[in-house]
């Protein structure tokens, strides 16, 4: 298992997925300390005199004119946890709070932040031991980052709030008891300490995260699934033509189409109707894929290019610059996820459009080119995939209403000092329920397209790399002649789309 070293570099997608999946472990850099320190000496420095510094010795937000005694300092920074835990909700899944801890951790760990190094060990602490800070999942507006479930995360660390631990209650128990059980200390927050855990969009990035890493393999499963569909329907090759692509040379639409040339080479199946009149020209959702779902992949492309900016950023607030200055910033501002995470949704969201189109041409005997009704081979006794397309239209339809941007959105808070905020929390909740329903989506076409490649068995054989996929799908989900439950096979078939889409990747010398 490989090792990601929190050092206040950047962080890639992938090291964030790996540590929150349990696929690599996070550790704290052996120069942390001296990294932290010149900005801890400049807080230290600065409670010796009287000018307000926010956030260390005044209130926060629309209380940033408050001054905070010398006395009150510490007590300050415990109020501000426990004030600002506010969340409501189902609680966040394993996967997304470890991702939270590995992230604040790295922020901290930056060096901008003016806090000591036991934050973010006690962090990676509680990663390591799998100590999982309950967080609600609702209640952030997406600027000064997501406050309220920062400090449910950082609850547990002063003994307070609750904590899932490894075979323990799924709700959690008192952090205060499960610290004691495992022998650690609450932590006596210092100034500053308190504000630098819950500003920040560290739970925006980790949602992002997933949804940005999970699209990357939904975009290639999109191409595989087309191309499965194009066999099964005798569709044709021809608009997918290096030379025809060249002329609109768009990168993602140039990559979508060299996979469908590469997964549709040298097919009997295709061969075999090459000459007939129907195939002069195929209906949009074949003809036009590469131009779909390449618009997709540059979306995502831009979606990557902010994430990765921001797995590297600094989002705390105040920030202690390298020459020793204390300043606020708006760093925490959600706007750049908030409008990534919109325009992946709306993107991702027409991947699973138009594959549900491909998937109603296959059930339709009106334009499915010979293939049975709904794809019983008895039909009249056998509804065979009838259903199959109502899931895939119902979740294409609910994408359409979580397609709609949350970044166009605005509500003032705090008394009018944040006046301002990005909705991006809800950005990056309802993106990932878009890719899970896109998944889906590519899951029902390619359980169709297999089918009616089955039914082609008198004509011809597939591509040599659609015959490779139609054997997984096959080893897992047998040809249904006969009805039985769909909702399995789905459920089968969406589980196996990244050995999918690796074993065309084999087959065909690489996808895109």
Known sequence: MREVIIDGSALTVEDVVAVARGEATARLGPDAAARMEHSLSVVTEALRGDAPVYGVNTGFGALADTPVSEADLTALQAAIIRSHAAGTGQPLGDDVVRAVLLLRARTLTAGYSGVREDLPRRLLEF????????????????????????????????????????????????????????????????????????????????????????????????????????????????????????????????????????????????????????????????????????????????????????????????????????????????????????????????????????????????????LPPFLAPHAGINSGFMLAQYTAASLVSENKVLAHPASVDTIPTSGKQEDHVSMGWTSVRKLREVVANVRTCLAVEILCAAQGIDLRAGIAAPAVALGAVHAVVRGRVPRMDVDREVSGQIAAVDGLLPELCRTASAAANGLR
């Open 127 to 370: 990663l390591a031991r799998g100590l999982l800070p309950v967080i609600p999942g609702k209640g952030s507006v997406g600027a000064s980052g997501d406050l309220a479930q920062l400090a449910h995360l950082a609850q547990p660390l002063i003994g307070e709030g609750l904590l899932r631990e490894p075979g323990g209650p799924p709700e959690g128990r008192p952090a205060a008891d499960v610290l004691a059980a495992h022998g650690l200390p609450p932590l006596r927050l210092a100034p500053k300490e308190g504000l630098s855990l819950v500003n920040g969009t560290e739970p925006m990035q980790a949602v992002l995260a997933f949804s940005v890493y999970d699209a990357a393999m939904l975009v290639q499963a999109a191409d595989v699934a087309c191309a499965l569909s194009i066999e099964a329907l005798l569709g044709t090759d021809r608009p997918y033509d290096e030379r025809v692509q060249a002329l609109r040379p768009h990168p993602g639409q140039l990559d979508s189409a060299a996979n469908l040339r590469a997964l549709l080479a040298g097919s009997p199946l295709l061969a075999s109707h090459r000459d007939s009149r129907h195939a002069v020209q195929d209906a949009y959702c074949l003809r036009c894929a590469p131009q779909v779902h390449g618009a997709v992949r540059d979306v995502l492309t831009h979606a990557r290019r902010v994430l990765d900016t921001e797995l590297g950023s600094v989002v705390d607030n105040p920030i202690i610059t390298d020459d020793g200055e204390v300043m606020t910033t708006g760093n925490f501002h959600g706007e750049p996820l908030a409008f990534a995470a919109d325009m992946l949704a709306m993107a991702v969201a027409e991947l699973a459009s138009i594959s549900e189109r491909r998937v109603d041409r296959m059930l339709d005997p009106a334009f499915s080119r010979g």
